[in-house]
Each structure stands twice: as structure tokens, then as C-alpha cells.
């Protein structure tokens, strides 16, 4: 019987954090701020605890649940309907770097260092100071930098040369199976693909691994 209570309650449990987070929006996943990073843990806490202690049924699951998804959903949705509420549970961003130098005060408030500060700069590939414009830090812990026009990477159209369109590639073959969706949206049928492979020196779909189109680069095939 403790078997069967389990897997009802974990079932329930199942299709209610779905419904949840397909409700609430991938904002519980990704855990933009800070509150949406603790309110997934508690989620889980929620069900976990629900789940393994047997005093508690399957109502208490549906109502804790619940309960905590309606109040998330809530607050996302005042969060999107006004802008004070989104700024008090969001919070917003904050100069750490402002037109080549580095904010003390915003550093204090965010209880941070200028060591801290250093290895974020440099978990994003900017290892000076000196060659950043402005530094935010946002509400979800990570950094966005705006480099000074020198240390910019530079672009095509820098050079004023010509901008080639970008192309998307294409899966047409993945463990040895056709994508025939996939071939039929680029305008090609199966005598096409068998010619490609047979270039190549393949002759059975089964022998390929991955296939894949690229507009300008042609079929990339790799075999087992």
C-alpha cells in the first residue's frame, strides 16, 4: 500500500510542477532574480517533503502546491502589469563601471569587492579594468559589459565590407534516421539526400551519425 500511496503522490506531484512552471514561465528555470531562484527551491521543497513524509496525503500536496504556484503566478503577474512591483521583486540592475570607472559606493551596496569584481570581468573574457566603458550588474548575479570603442571587436562593417546572409543549419540525419520533416521544408527528397551520402561513400542511412545542411557550406555528413 505504501508503494501505491507513493506513486500516486509522486504523480500528482509530477503533473502539478509541470502545470506550474508552464504557468509561472521558464523564468522559474533560468531563475532570473533572485526571488524566482529561492521560490523554485522552495517548489521542490515543498513536493519533496510532501512526498516522503507519509503523515502528509495527497490533498496536502495539491493544496501546498497550489497554493505557492498561485502565488508565484501572482507576482508575475503584477511584476508585468506594474513597474514599481517588478522593481521591488526583480530589482534592477546596477553601474558597478561608469565611463571607465569603478563605482565604490555601487560596489559597497552590492556587497562586493573589487577582487569579485575582477574575476566576473574575467569569467567574461575581460581579464583589465581599463577596457571597460560601463560594467551593470544585473539582478541575477551575472554581468553585462560595454567594452571602450578600442578594445571592441571589430566587424565587417568596420572594413565596409560586404555582409554575407547567416544561414541556419539544418539536422537532416541523427542516429542513423531521416529528418523527412526537415528535408521536405528545404525542398529536397530522398533521391537528393541518397546522392549526397553516395558522394560521400555512403550507401545506408544506418551508417550515418549526423547529417547536416548548411545554405553555403553544402552537406556535413559524419558516419559511426
Not at 78 to 106: C, H, M, T
Not at 117 to 144: D, H, K, M, P, W
Not at 191 to 219: C, H, P, R
Amino acid at each position: 500500500m505504501k508503494v501505491m500511496y507513493l506513486t500516486i503522490e509522486l504523480m500528482i506531484g509530477f503533473f502539478l510542477l509541470f502545470i506550474i512552471v508552464k504557468l509561472v514561465g521558464k523564468k522559474i528555470i533560468n531563475q532570473i532574480t533572485p526571488f524566482t531562484f529561492i521560490a523554485s527551491i522552495v517548489l521542490g521543497e515543498l513536493l519533496g517533503n510532501a512526498v516522503y513524509d507519509h503523515q502528509i496525503g495527497a490533498f496536502y500536496i495539491i493544496y501546498s502546491m497550489v497554493l505557492w504556484g498561485g502565488l508565484l503566478f501572482i507576482v508575475e503577474y503584477l511584476g508585468q502589469k506594474f513597474l514599481a512591483f517588478r522593481g521591488i521583486f526583480e530589482g534592477k540592475p546596477s553601474a558597478l563601471i561608469k565611463n571607465g570607472k569603478v563605482d565604490y559606493e555601487e560596489l559597497k551596496k552590492n556587497r562586493m569587492n573589487i577582487n569579485q569584481l575582477q574575476s566576473l570581468l574575467r569569467q567574461s573574457e575581460t581579464f583589465s579594468i581599463r577596457e571597460v566603458a560601463f560594467c551593470y550588474l544585473e539582478a541575477n548575479g551575472s554581468i553585462s559589459i560595454l567594452k571602450k570603442s578600442k578594445y571592441q571587436k571589430t566587424t565587417q562593417g568596420d572594413f565596409n565590407m560586404s555582409i554575407k546572409p547567416v544561414y541556419v543549419p539544418v539536422t537532416l540525419i541523427r542516429d542513423g534516421k531521416v529528418l523527412w520533416d526537415e528535408l521536405n521544408d528545404l525542398g529536397f527528397n530522398e533521391s537528393w539526400l541518397k546522392t549526397q551520402l553516395k558522394s560521400q561513400g555512403i550507401s545506408d542511412y544506418k551508417d550515418v551519425f549526423l547529417a547536416e545542411w548548411l545554405e553555403d557550406d553544402g552537406l556535413f555528413v559524419q558516419t559511426y
